[in-house]
């Protein structure tokens, strides 16, 4: 890291507008910085003005720094540890009071900020007016006005930005007061701080006190972690400080803090912002009273999710059947160019064919990820959520928990990556577990072709009541585990976290197009990396160990493909579990096999399902004689096909989703949770689907 080129970071809270001015000020050229000890992925880009340049990073939004989410962890600790030499703080100003919450706890901090004044044409609109001259007098803070999305105000921003940052003053914080006995209680354990020099320069000593006072979990594990018999000491005081102001006020520190920092920026705003005298019904409250209306409003949910996916199916469809015939070109000229054996089989059957299942479905993805994007970027989201908060409740998750449920395949079709990293804005930890837990039972793009190549093999004559009962089921599951969850080892309160309901707005394309690119290349990475991976591991399994000449000598065709592959690693541990599920589930080797394959990505089930059943190359999309095949297969009936069904919705996530849960949960013991949970789960319920339906069968 060059130490001579200063660093600006932007903090504000979500949805004001941090991405378009970083944009602003990068052009958008940027990379995801990795830190040490920070999960959440932080954007950084440079921005040149003349001579100098500076590193920009974009923080993850944050209503405040006493964190309840990753994302505001992330950003604390990024604060803490790399000691930016300036903030640009983002205010939205047609929230301004919400958002200078932030401002007062980076005072608190002392760490040099600007505020741009983002959205001020949003407020102006509204008739609010704001004195940014007077806010930067009171603060003491440079406030420049800006439109983040056309960059108005960007130039100003980064002269000042630049030329405050190029004077690397040291971290001042603000003295503001938090009644008597809590400034009493402060005054101690400062001095208490600086005496011991806990945390040494990295953390104010002042801040530190704040926090002990406030009891912030994170901050008291810190503290501990450092083991010094001074800090246990100061520890103890905080902990006895902050119960003498408990018991003075009647409140938690960390509310009468919170009371006297929203105290504090009501007093600023009076001063420096005026509203319109006759408090105008503004359009978004107008559209709210039935938009968010109990009865009306989830009829036009209803219409909306529905009428988004059909569209985002009809204009997908052409570009997948393009993405299609390129992989299939594709694996004819590898298929032509490669010399014959185990290089050209790994190339083409295992790394071509099995990206190419998952990287056919990108169309789609991305679709939706555009108008998920749209959804949120409009602010109807966040209605959404408010409709459905009730009922998540009942299940024991929170209203924004919807979003990772929708993007996971609510509606069929998503994908759990990206969902369970959705997940991130669920404040509660017990919340969010119980999300990301729960959401790989949903229906993503990956289980369809196996839906569609069952449903076509035995429930043929009920296509489309078929794929409904089975989203309706998905979902029943996925709720009733959340509950089962959070009644046993996530058991907790709910959170009673108001659900901002921000203004309506009209996104800007570019904005939309960020984000569905970025989870889209999630999307992507996982095809590139993972499945590549497991495409040729499966490949091999199945490969290896070949089967002696000798025996294959006397053999052809579909029935040396068969013994070939029962004969391999994949082949044998098939055998093996043939023994439990065909009793329990009716499950062959064949079938097992192919589950196996499953872990890598879903997709593979119905590609292995094809080779087992001596097809040859069956490509995920054309299964349609593979179906009739199975249809007629001895041991394969209705009853197992359902079995099956279920078995492929709930087991085991893919290993791209292991993965990404193991990321946000930062465990691999909740990775591995997760795994045994939902195949537990499967095993069970397909096997009383088996059992019970051969009974009337
Ligand atoms: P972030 O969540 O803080 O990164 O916010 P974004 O930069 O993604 O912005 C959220 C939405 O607000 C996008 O649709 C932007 O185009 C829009 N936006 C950002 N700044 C302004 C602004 O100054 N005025 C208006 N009208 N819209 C803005
Ligand atoms: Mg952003």
Request: aromatic share 10%.
């Amino acid at each position: 890291m060059n130490q001579t080129i200063p660093v600006i970071a932007l903090a504000g809270n979500p949805n004001s507008g941090k991405t378009s001015i970083f944009n602003a000020l990068t052009g958008a050229r940027q990379h995801v910085a990795n830190y040490p000890g920070i999960t959440v992925e932080i954007k950084e880009g440079k921005a040149h003005s003349g001579e100098l340049t500076a590193r920009v990073i974009d923080l993850p939004g944050t209503y405040s720094l006493t964190p309840y989410s990753p994302d505001e962890v992330a950003a604390r600790d990024y604060l803490l540890e790399q000691h930016p030499d300036v903030v640009i703080h983002v205010v939205d100003s047609s929230n301004l009071e919400r958002n200078l919450y932030l401002t007062t706890q980076l005072m608190e901090l002392g760490v040099p900020v600007i505020i741009a004044l983002n959205m001020i044409d949003i407020a102006e609109a509204r008739g609010i007016r704001i004195d940014s001259e007077g806010l930067s007098r009171i603060l003491g803070i440079p406030v420049i006005r800006t439109i983040g999305n056309r960059g108005t105000g960007a130039d100003e921003l980064l002269q000042k930005a630049l030329s405050v940052a190029g004077e690397r003053t040291s971290w001042i914080p603000i003295d503001l007061s938090y009644g008597q006995s809590s400034d009493e209680a402060l005054k101690i354990l400062k001095m208490k701080i600086r005496e011991a020099k806990l945390l040494g320069d990295m953390v104010p000593p002042g801040w530190l006190a704040l926090r002990l006072l406030e009891q912030d979990s994170h901050t008291i594990n810190r503290v501990e972690k450092l083991h010094l018999p001074a800090g246990d000491e100061i520890l103890n005081l905080s902990a006895d400080l902050a119960d003498g102001v408990f018991r003075e006020m009647n409140d938690e520190t960390e509310g009468v803090i919170a009371d006297h920092r929203y105290g504090f920026v009501a007093g600023v705003v009076k001063r420096v912002k005026s509203k319109p005298a006759v408090n105008r019904v503004y359009l978004s409250d107008r559209m709210d009273t039935f938009l968010t209306n109990p009865v009306l409003g989830p009829i036009v949910m209803a219409a909306v999710l529905f009428g988004l996916f059909q569209f985002t199916f009809f204009i997908s469809d052409t570009p997948i059947t393009w993405m299609e015939e390129f992989f299939i070109w594709l694996h004819n000229i590898a298929w032509g160019v490669l010399p014959e054996g185990f290089l050209r089989s790994m190339v083409v059957n295992g790394a071509i064919d099995g990206v190419g299942g998952v990287v056919g479905f990108v169309p789609l993805i991305m679709f939706m990820f555009f108008f998920i994007a749209i959804l949120e970027d409009t602010g109807y989201m966040a209605r959404i959520a408010f409709l459905m908060d009730r009922i998540f409740r009942k299940f024991g998750l929170h209203g924004n928990s919807i979003v990772p449920f929708i993007i996971s395949g609510g509606i069929t079709g998503g994908c759990a990556v990206p969902g369970i990293m959705a997940a991130r804005t669920l404040r509660d930890p017990k919340e969010r577990f119980a999300t990301i837990f729960s959401v790989p039972f949903m229906n993503c793009g990956a289980k369809l072709p196996i839906y569609a190549l069952l449903i076509a093999a035995f429930f043929s004559a009920h296509e489309g009541t078929m794929l409904f009962l089975l989203t309706i089921i998905s979902w029943s599951f996925a709720m009733i585990s959340a509950k089962l969850l959070r009644s046993t080892i996530l058991k907790g309160e709910s959170t009673s976290f108001v659900l901002e309901l921000p203004p309506y707005r009209l996104p800007s394309l570019k904005s939309l197009l960020i984000h569905m690119w970025q989870r889209t290349w999630l999307y992507l990475r996982k095809a590139g990396t993972v499945i590549l991976f497991a495409s040729i591991v499966m490949w091999a399994l199945m490969t290896f160990p070949t089967l002696p000449l000798d025996r294959a000598s006397s053999l052809t065709g579909n029935e040396l493909a068969q013994v070939k592959l029962s004969y391999s690693f994949a082949g044998r541990a098939g055998r093996i579990f043939e023994n439990i599920t065909k009793p329990l589930m009716g499950f062959d080797w064949k079938t097992d096999v192919a589950l196996i394959g499953g872990f890598a990505a879903k997709e593979i089930v119905v590609s292995t399902l094809g080779t087992v059943y001596s097809m040859g190359e069956i490509d995920a999309e054309e299964s349609s004689s593979l179906s009739e095949r199975l249809a007629n297969e001895a041991g394969w009936n209705p009853v197992m096909a359902f079995a099956l069904i279920m078995f492929t919705m709930l087991y085991i996530p893919c290993i791209a989703t292991v993965a990404v849960i193991k990321r946000e949960t930062r465990s691999w013991k909740w990775a591995g949770f997760a795994v045994v949970y939902t195949t537990g789960i499967a095993a069970i319920v397909s096997t009383i689907v088996y059992q019970i339906g051969m009974l009337f069968y």
